[in-house]
């Protein structure tokens, strides 16, 4: 256990090639609950660009406030590494939820879960300059079931925004520099020279939800140009083929997501959103995801033992 500016450090979560996460507690209301502090790697103090574009996640995360993103509740400094706190999820990712139930998830829980997201997704890409009214183009980069947390009270967050792009960056990506996760990214989010905005974003919450229905992952490739080339083709098997009785409704809206031009998908998270509702039949389901998550996590390891996802991550030149 460290001691870390007014947090105890009880144990460290995980670590990147940026930062380092840790379970804590704050040292002033130790009867607080658990937190998750986010800090940047000591070594990395030297390199100005990398010390800006943790700041620049910070920034961001300190402006998006909605219940269906995991909260801020604190940021500063400590002895020259900036830190960020973030609310603790009692839960487990999206992704290893699928791979408890391995298989689809009954279709209500699974468009619950992503019309949960697409709220939060919609609140980011709505964001603007408080002073100005200016929008800050949020685009998150990184939607795949990793960043999808779901905690064992059925409450759904969206997380990591740490390759979002946005106006307000002082970082700029480099040219032909590829964020996120290959199996999830958009035709345009591929190619180094396209305008990404936050359809892009719709693209990948279809894959989500193309996986959470189907149980299989939208492109079946694993090398990242074997990716490449289904994402610019759009080589996958619709839904409704991998699963006989696949809802039409909700084939149509999966169709719609997976569009190769942005112009020809949702417009709007909240418009994927209203269409994932209505499919849903009246009853409690956020209950239901509770006791579908807390099943899962009494026949598996808690939610701080969790291993990384075997996925190809991007954050290079192609």
Known sequence: MELFGP????????VGGMAELFLAKSQDEPRAGPLVLKRILPELLERPDIV???????????????????????????????????????GMTLSRLLRCVKGPLPVALACWIVAEACAGLGHAHRRTVTYSGQPLGIVHRDINPQN????????????????????????????????GKWAYMSP?????????DHRSDIFSVGAVLYES??????????????????????????????VPDYPPALATIVDRTLRLSPNDRYQDAGEMRDDLL?????????????????????????????QPDEETSAATRH
């Not at 700041?55 to 998006?64: A, F, G, P, T, W």
């Not at 509740?73 to 999820?89: A, H, N, P």
């Open 278 to 306: 209505a499919l849903l039949p009246d009853r409690d389901l956020a209950g239901e995801l509770a006791s579908l998550v807390q099943d899962c996590g009494s026949r598996s390891a808690g939610p701080s033992d969790e």
């Open 213 to 242: 229905t189907t149980g299989q992952r939208l492109f079946k490739a694993t090398l990242p140009q074997e990716i490449l080339t289904a994402i610019l083709t759009l080589r996958f098997t619709p839904p409704e083929q991998v």
């Open 188 to 196: 345009e989010q591929c190619m180094e020279d396209e305008v990404v």
């Open 52 to 90: 800006e574009m943790f700041l620049d996640e910070v920034r961001l995360n300190s402006l998006l406030h909605h219940p269906n993103i995991v909260e801020v509740r604190d940021l500063g400094e400590e002895d020259g590494l900036q830190y960020i706190v973030l609310e603790y999820v009692h």
């Open 148 to 179: 999808i947390l779901v905690s064992f009270g059925g409450e759904v967050k969206l997380a990591d925004f740490g390759v979002a792009k946005t106006n307000m960056r002082l970082t700029k990506s480099d040219p032909g520099q590829v964020k």
């Open 7 to 14: 947090y105890w450090l009880l144990k460290r979560l995980a």
